[in-house]
């Protein structure tokens, strides 16, 4: 141990001559590793990490940022660093992946709203992601973010109904009623969804909960006749 503190001083003298010597700080980042001072090696690791990222070497940046996750896994918000490094490489797949754990990790940890701006990068680097998208709205309600969560129904409606689905779009309706976000209107599209499919029962049970309140409307009348 003491060969190594003492190696690591003299790499530091080196790297004060030149700071930019990014091979002698991994050296340095290495040895804090091997002497079991994380938090110096941590530290030091993420020097070089920001080193190579600003210059553009991003696959050398994330070899760093594996290697801190080596050393302490639990640091989960380099996940977040890594995907954003992923995505510069154009790997998308293992940029979703890397936030998959990172909006998890901020989860875990109450850190909701970290973790919803985390799954709505998801959704924009992988829209077919339908569960993710479900997700996102369901946090946006438990966030009090209800205009946020009717936009997102709204759109996913759009594209459902473009695309002919009506799986998903009875998906939705079904969603936006067990989160309180559907109105009159909403309740009919379904209904009429579930008239077509000849699924009589079903619609008359969501006509049933909503009749009270417009028992004159003349779209609720037509669909319960």
């Given at each position: ?30 040895l ?19 080193f ?39 790997l ?24 919803l ?7 924009a680097?992988n ?16 966030q ?56 009589f ?23 319960l006749?």
């Open positions: 141990k003491g060969k190594y503190n003492e190696a690591i001083s003299e790499y530091k003298l080196v790297l004060d001559s030149d700071p930019s010597d990014i091979r002698t700080l991994m050296k340095v980042g290495d804090f590793a091997k002497i079991k001072n994380i938090s110096s090696a941590k530290r030091t690791y993420f020097k070089v990490a920001n190579y990222s600003e210059d553009g070497f991003y696959l050398k940046a994330v070899a760093v940022y594996k290697q801190i996750l080596r050393i302490d896994p639990s640091a989960t918000e380099l996940y977040s660093e890594l995907a954003l490094l992923y995505e510069k490489l154009g998308i797949g293992e940029s979703v992946k890397s936030y998959e754990v990172a909006a998890k990790s901020f989860e875990e940890q109450g850190e909701i709203k970290k973790s701006d985390v799954l709505i990068k998801i959704s680097l829209p077919e992601q339908i569960n993710n998208r479900f997700r996102v709205i369901k946090m946006y309600v438990q009090g973010l209800v205009d946020d969560a009717k936009l997102n129904c709204e759109s996913l409606i759009q594209e459902f109904d473009q695309e002919s689905d009506t799986h998903l779009l009875i998906k939705v309706y079904k969603m936006m009623l067990d989160l309180e976000l559907a109105d009159k209107k909403d309740v009919c599209e379904l209904c009429k969804i579930y008239l077509d499919e000849g699924k029962s079903q619609s008359l049970v969501e006509l049933q909960k909503i009749f009270s309140k417009h028992s004159k409307d003349i779209q609720v009348l037509d669909l006749a």
